[in-house]
């Protein structure tokens, strides 16, 4: 029945070590969307994906990378986790851009 | 960038009241749309309403637009325990990436028994 999956649900990294999360759907939507979410903050879009088209918020640092190697699956890649980016990361799809967004449970990320 | 804005940002009332959100933005929209977010969890779509519509409802839920004032309101009628939440409104933008969503900071709703 779960429509958008995220996994891990809970994850620790140290500072600087690569962490990816993952994020799969079987709506098979067009659009994917990866947003960072800080404590009592509103979503942050980091980026989507339409289709294989990747589109980078221009404020999104280089150190998050996104990887959609099919309709159903998404990764976001942080490289060298710093302390501030501990936070919640959420998962969303849509049909087509704009439309109603579905979202995972999210993954809580925290870097030690 | 962020484009709604909630109000109040936090809301306490008891089961049974009814519950009223405001959101203001800032420029033309296609359509407005309303989430809610349990504590830890993601956010689930409660409402769309295009900018040619001006109320709409969902069960308990009854939300209104005025593109006039920039504005849209979210009513929650004999709300419950279960209500509380956080409830965000959403505009879409065009940005340098092409359309998306752009997310109010929410409104904490408390909900006591």
């Known amino acids: 029945d779960a429509m958008v999956i995220q996994n891990p649900r809970y994850q620790v990294t140290q500072f600087g070590k690569p962490v990816t999360l993952s994020c799969s759907q079987t709506?098979?939507?067009?659009?994917m969307y990866w947003y960072q979410q800080k404590s009592s903050q509103a979503p942050k879009l980091l980026f989507h994906?339409?289709?294989?088209?990747?589109?980078n918020e221009a404020d999104t640092p280089d150190n998050f990378q996104s990887r959609r190697p099919n309709t159903s699956f998404c990764f976001l890649d942080i490289r060298s986790p710093g302390l501030g980016d501990a936070a919640m990361y959420l998962c969303?799809?849509?049909?087509?851009?704009?439309?109603?967004?579905?979202f995972g449970p999210g993954t809580r990320l925290t870097v030690t | 960038s962020q484009q709604g804005e909630e109000d109040p940002q936090a809301l306490s009332i008891q089961e049974g009241e009814n519950a009223t959100m405001n959101c203001s933005y800032k420029?033309?929209?296609?359509?407005l749309q309303w989430y809610r977010q349990n504590s830890g969890r993601g956010l689930v779509h409660l409402i769309l309403?295009?900018?040619?519509?001006r109320e709409k409802h969902s069960g308990r839920l009854r939300v209104t637009l005025d593109t006039s004032k920039k504005s849209s309101s979210l009513l929650i009628t004999a709300s419950r325990a279960a209500d509380t939440a956080s409830y965000f409104c959403?505009?879409?933008?065009?940005?340098?990436?092409?359309?998306?969503?752009?997310f109010g900071k929410g409104t904490s709703l408390l909900v006591t028994p």
């Open positions: 969303a799809t849509s049909r087509e851009l704009v439309y109603e967004q579905y």
């Open positions: 709506l098979n939507h067009n659009v």
């Open positions: 994906y339409y289709d294989k088209d990747f589109n």
């Open positions: 420029t033309s929209i296609n359509n």
């Open positions: 309403i295009r900018s040619n519509e």
């Open positions: 959403a505009t879409d933008a065009n940005r340098n990436s092409g359309y998306a969503l752009n």
